[in-house]
């Protein structure tokens, strides 16, 4: 299963009083990254949503901030699937600025039915993602 | 049309670099604002979204910063009706601290249907709002 | 070490349009918590930062999402230190909602100084945190 | 004085569970854009901040929503200073997507020195500005 790599810049509204980068931005660029990496993989997240009805939210999230990103940063986010089940995924982040490890993270999701009840990952999309 | 305070508390998450409130957050505390000021008056906007389908979108939103708010800053919001058309509502916003108006702004309103279009404004709704 | 309540209400802006809490805020609202944890202890974190130039930065992250909170919800957050290290705090998080427990976390955090250095929690910071 | 284009996505986080985004994130995307819009310029916003201790606050935001934006929706930002004076500066705003204008708007800001008193532009900013 093939990584996923997005470059972004931090916004002056990402950033708090101590200067640096607010920690549950991040969680929010991996989101970003999420979405690119569906799109890379032929897969529009939002068509799934709203054609489909088929839903993928959090279940879990972690995020560990080895040294803080600033203002005007570019960085990149690094983005693959550690773990496919057979509703559930896995996403791993790894977020680089000048080729250093800056935060690492990772998220897991289970794909629901609009009544939020638990669903097998379509055949289809099984195979882009693991393409 | 009597007017609605609201006492709030700058959270770390609201401050930028510059030490201060980033400036597009005085336009969520005004959304909160406003739910506490339809509640004040009796009517749930969460309940009107999800039971009649009525939505209240914003069309136009000003905020002019005189004094800057920062982290843990207490400070009230009064809002009151300033103009209500045949779908349409004008709310004003005062934010003090320390009895000081530090930031005022508006924000005007359409009520509209799932489709989007403008509908009147419901009579119990109008005579709660103008109560 | 006594745990810390704190009762929050969602606001329209912390929705997504999948029509529940977006996963990145419940940060923002254990960061609110650790505030006012702070504050029933005694201490000011505000002034801390200010005046004594110590930062408690976050160095991890965890949240587990067992139901979703919706838009003015109001919910509970319960915040104790589960861990008092030389230099390092974590803190832990339920989140109720009418008794029932919806989102788990906790945060890891570090004291250091304005260059980023960790430091010995202050004695007098240490003794009141653990009263 | 030459306009500046920017081209960008929503991100999920940008929605409110109305489906489309949230009104005060259109003022996170005109700060992008006056950020691209100094790069342009060959101006950096954030060593300004940073090496000469100078800040450009916003005293005064609008916005005009004419049409809503989703998740996923590639927009433009168009950017130009409508007026130029000693401390102050006027930024516009035109959102497009697919050509049709969605959102208009303008922001007013002010040079200040780190105590917060307005100065004059300095004469390579505003050589560079008005370039």
Redesign the interface.
Known sequence: MKEHTLKLRV???E??????V????Y??WF??SR?EFFREKGL???RI?KERKI?L?????????KS?L???DLFTITTWLSDVGRSRLTFEYTIKKDGIVVTTGH?KHVFIDPAGKPISIPKDILGLIKG
Do not use: K, L, W
């Open positions: 916004r002056y509204a950033t708090d009083q101590m200067g640096v607010y920690y549950s931005n969680f929010i989101e970003v979405t529009d997240y939002n949503e839903y939210p959090v279940t879990e999230s972690y995020c560990r901030y803080p600033r203002y005007d998220t």
